[in-house]
């Protein structure tokens, strides 16, 4: 059976897969990793593409050889990739006609790429708390704690909705995120949610309830009054990063299925980057097989992993958070990029260990020579500003008729500019019915400061989007179109500070916001 260990080598023991997702971070502040990579050869990844996606997914899982048995693998991702997908073939790749494949990862109930790890890691942490509970193992319930500034948020509710044991809470900045999303978070349904609107913006937020998990105080209360350990499930969870190794594997097999690659020839993979999760779940799958030219990491105005693949520094003691169209990349701290130095120093916990401390306490770290070198051969790296990310907007709709979102917009871009002979698999991280007003501005010339004319500003959200997929010929998914009508159950809003999500959330715990 595969085992995890950690990045910064002081986590203790190896684990089981289980025991990481629900850990979910190791006691010394490192990344679990799985101690073997499995290969899939050539053969076993093309056939990949006769099956249905949850086998796909299934199939991926088996290989890491998990403390999971194989009739409980297939259960549980038949339910995480099925009808809440608005596309049978879940993550679909299309064609673009230059040599540009679209890898489609927003067919999920959120519209957002997210979906594809936060469907299926609750199912898997619901199952692996169960049966620690029925070992003994584990006495109390969880609870997951989320700061979002709004894609993030929503995909988790959707995920940990009505799963047992298990409850979650969100906190977004009030005023703070756009009409859909607001729309999409205050709607949820689930005994198990709560949503908060938190005064101030989203660093307030966040560093509040970064400070709820460090009190101490208030984890205790926490257990011994509703016996609940707090838990983040964020995209450090290797529970996230392993369902995103599926969808390159499976690209790359529906690509030599449709003769968009010959069998074993090298594809590029572009991916617009925030926290390092999606690109890097693109170079495991390459460790297990994927025929890989290079990996582009594409960054919007805020640049600090464009500079880093460049110089081999990594340095945020200038840097000031720009707010771009593509929110979910507005990000200093890419968590995952950890792992990726773990594996380019041949798993050199104590190397990487020294450059998190320096990144925490100096705010910059330089990697050796050899480990730089390395990275370059695998990566490239570019960024977008906001005026031409608007602008690909509009080009690749009128010359490709494909409308991407402007996460997409910014991995266009970078991989028209760093392409090489390869054909390039483009991530494609969210509908473009989630962004309609920077999209209506990519469509019609404006740039990203401009405001929109008085009668579109005057349109709500969904409006708004019904306004471009009539001109676009384009939909808007059910999901986001059903909002319209959905009846909100949320309102309140709270202080943004420590005090105001702890007090928040014991009172949400107080009302039996959680199933006992
Ligand atoms: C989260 C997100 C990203 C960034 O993904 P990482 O795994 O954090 O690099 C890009 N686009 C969208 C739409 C996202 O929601």
């Known amino acids: 059976m595969n085992t995890f260990i950690d990045t910064r080598g002081s986590g203790g023991e190896p684990i089981s897969f289980c025991q990481a997702i629900v850990k979910g ?232 299925a449709s003769g968009a690659v010959a069998k074993g020839a090298p594809i590029d993979v572009c991916v617009p980057t ?30 600090v992993l464009t500079d880093f693949i460049e110089t081999g520094t990594y340095d945020v003691r200038t840097r000031s958070l720009h707010l771009t169209p593509s929110p979910s990349m507005d990000i200093l701290i890419s968590s995952n990029l950890e792992r990726q130095l773990f594996e380019l120093t041949d798993r050199d916990h104590e190397r990487v260990a020294g450059w998190m401390a320096q990144l925490a306490d100096e705010r910059c770290f330089t990697v050796d020579g050899p480990t730089r070198e390395r990275m370059q051969r695998l990566y490239a790296a570019g960024c977008v500003t906001n005026d031409r990310c608007l602008e690909v907007i509009g080009q690749t709709y009128r010359e490709r008729g494909f409308l991407p979102d402007p996460h997409t917009a910014v991995a266009l871009e970078v991989a028209r500019r760093l392409r090489g002979d390869n054909p390039v698999l483009v991530a494609s991280t969210a509908h473009w019915a989630k962004f309609g007003p920077n999209v209506w501005r990519g469509l019609n010339g404006l740039g990203a400061d401009q405001p929109l004319p008085a009668e579109v500003a005057g349109l709500s959200g969904l409006e708004l989007d019904r306004r471009i997929a009539s001109q676009t010929g384009t939909q808007v998914p059910a999901g986001i179109a059903a909002l319209e009508t959905a009846p909100r159950r949320f309102f309140d809003v709270v202080d943004g500070t420590t005090e105001g999500v702890e007090s928040s959330v014991l009172g949400w715990l107080a009302k039996g916001g959680e199933r006992a």
């Open 274 to 303: 925030g926290n390092f999760g999606n690109i890097l779940a693109a170079y495991y799958a390459h460790r297990m097989g994927l025929p890989l030219g290079r990996l582009l990491c594409a960054s919007n105005e805020n640049n």
């Open 25 to 256: 971070i190791a006691p010394g502040g490192g990344l679990y990793v799985p101690q073997a990579i499995p290969a899939l050869s050539l053969e076993d990844i093309c056939a990949l593409a006769r099956l249905p996606y949850r086998d796909r997914a299934a199939r991926v899982y088996k290989a890491f050889d998990i403390d999971v048995p194989d009739p409980d693998v297939d259960a549980l991702m038949a339910a995480a990739y099925a009808d809440n997908f608005d596309d049978e073939r879940v993550a679909p790749v299309r064609d673009l006609g230059d040599g540009t494949y679209v890898l489609e990862l927003f067919h999920g109930p959120t519209s957002a790429f997210k979906d594809m790890a936060l469907q299926c890691l609750p199912r898997f942490f619901e199952y692996a708390t169960s049966r620690m509970r029925e070992s003994g193992e584990l006495d109390h319930d969880h609870l997951i704690l989320v700061a979002t500034s709004g894609d993030t948020g929503k995909a988790a509710l959707e995920g940990f909705a009505g799963r047992d044991h298990v409850g979650i809470v969100v906190f977004y900045p009030d005023g703070g995120v756009s009409d859909i999303q607001l729309r999409q978070m205050t709607t949820q349904r689930g005994d198990n949610v709560g949503v908060f609107a938190a005064r101030g913006d989203f660093d307030d937020c966040q560093s509040s309830v970064k400070r709820a998990f460090a009190d101490a105080a208030f984890n205790d209360l926490l257990m011994s009054r509703h016996n609940v350990a707090l838990s983040s499930a964020n995209s450090i969870n290797w529970g996230r990063l392993m369902p995103q190794i599926v969808y390159y594997l499976s690209a790359y097999a529906d690509m030599v």
